[in-house]
C-alpha cells in the first residue's frame, strides 16, 4: 500500500491532466499549469516513483476478447486479509484487489478469457492462498463504465482546501 505523499495543488492538477490524456506531453502539461516543462517532468516521475501515478492504457477487456470479468467477494480467516490481499495481487488475471468492510474482508476484480480459465483461476490459484476461507463470485454482464479520472483536482489538500 502507498503512504501519503504531500502534495501540492500543481501535482493534483499534473495527475487530473494525465487522467484525462495519459499521453499528453510534458510541454503541454507544463503550458497549461504555467510551470516550466522540467518541473512537469520531475513532478510527474516523482508522482509515479512514490507509487501515487501510474500512466497505463486501459481496454475494456469485454471488447477485446477477454469474455469473463467477475468481482470475487472473498472471506477471510482472521488477521489473514492482508497476506490473502497481497497473494492474490500476484496473479496475473487480478486487476483490482482490496481491503473491505462488510460481508467480505477482501474483493478482487478478474478479468479471464473464458469459463475455463476463470475456473482455473478460481479453483487452481485462488482457492490455494493460505487464510482464504470461501469465495462468491459475481460475474461482469455489461461495463457500462470503466474509468479512472475520479477528479484528484476536487480533492481537498491537507489544508481542507479544494485545489480547483
Known sequence: ???PVDMDD????I?????????KSF?????DLGIPASSARY?????EETGILQIVG????LAIGFDRLAMIGIRTAPGKARVVCEALSELPETSYVIMTTGQFDVMAEVVCRDIEHFT????????????????????VLEAHKLAYGWGVGNVPGPSGVSST
Open 1 to 3: 500500500m502507498t503512504s
Open 15 to 23: 495527475i487530473t491532466a494525465l487522467q484525462s490524456d495519459g499521453r
Open 27 to 31: 510541454t503541454q502539461i507544463a503550458e
Open 43 to 47: 513532478r510527474t516521475r516523482r508522482l
Open 120 to 139: 482455473n483461476v478460481v479453483n487452481d490459484h485462488m482457492q490455494g492462498i493460505d487464510g482464504l476461507l470461501s469465495t462468491e463470485s459475481f460475474f
Open 10 to 13: 500543481i501535482d493534483r492538477q
Open 58 to 61: 486501459i481496454a475494456n477487456p
